[in-house]
């Protein structure tokens, strides 16, 4: 299989917390494993993961005795005709449509998985800090405050907001 998959962990609110690009012949349940080791030690509260059709076999097996967390498999009906939603599913599928929005996401161009894992990333962390009120418009270009107590300012290199490229300005806030 040709091209690339992208695998996500999300919170309940669809951010992402990890995730992983590998190529399109890997299986899911491998690379569901890879992902999940990357958050090994880091969700110490986190008791219960909703996944797709794709994740099923020994990987439920696998999370229980790794990590003791229930791995619940969200299937549709199989009577069903149509669209469907499915009880939780549709909140990761909700984070990959607001990633779509994003020009340098919307199809494969980066060359390396890293770039496309960091991409996704930077897609996020604006994403983030709009909900935030943290990024704004000033002379027609983006800023950003940042937790140092500066502001960080730069113009767009194109109409997608994930080319920004931002320098430090020093401006005081507050």
Do not use: C
């Not at 990357?38 to 996944?51: D, F, M, Y």
């Not at 299937?75 to 005709?81: E, N, P, R």
């Amino acid at each position: 299989m040709k091209g690339r998959k992208r695998h996500l962990l999300v919170d309940s609110l669809g951010l992402v917390i990890s995730l992983v690009v590998l190529a399109g012949r890997i299986q899911d349940v491998n690379a569901a494993r890879i992902l999940l080791e990357q958050v090994r030690g880091r969700l110490p509260r986190s008791e219960h993961i909703w996944a797709d059709g794709g994740y099923t076999g020994t990987l439920i097996e696998w999370v229980a005795s790794q990590f003791k967390w229930v791995l619940e498999i969200v299937k549709a009906k199989d009577k069903s005709k149509g669209f469907q939603v499915l009880p939780r599913r549709w909140v990761v599928e909700r984070t990959f449509a607001w990633l779509g929005k994003y020009r340098r996401l919307s199809k494969d161009y980066e060359y390396l998985t890293q770039s496309s894992e960091a991409m996704i990333y930077l897609a996020m962390t604006y994403l983030m800090l709009r909900r935030l009120g943290l990024v704004l418009w000033i002379d027609n270009q983006y800023a950003a405050f940042m937790p140092s107590g500066g502001l960080a300012r730069g113009a767009l290199a194109s109409s997608d907001p994930v080319s920004i490229k931002l320098k430090d300005i020093g401006v005081e806030v507050g």
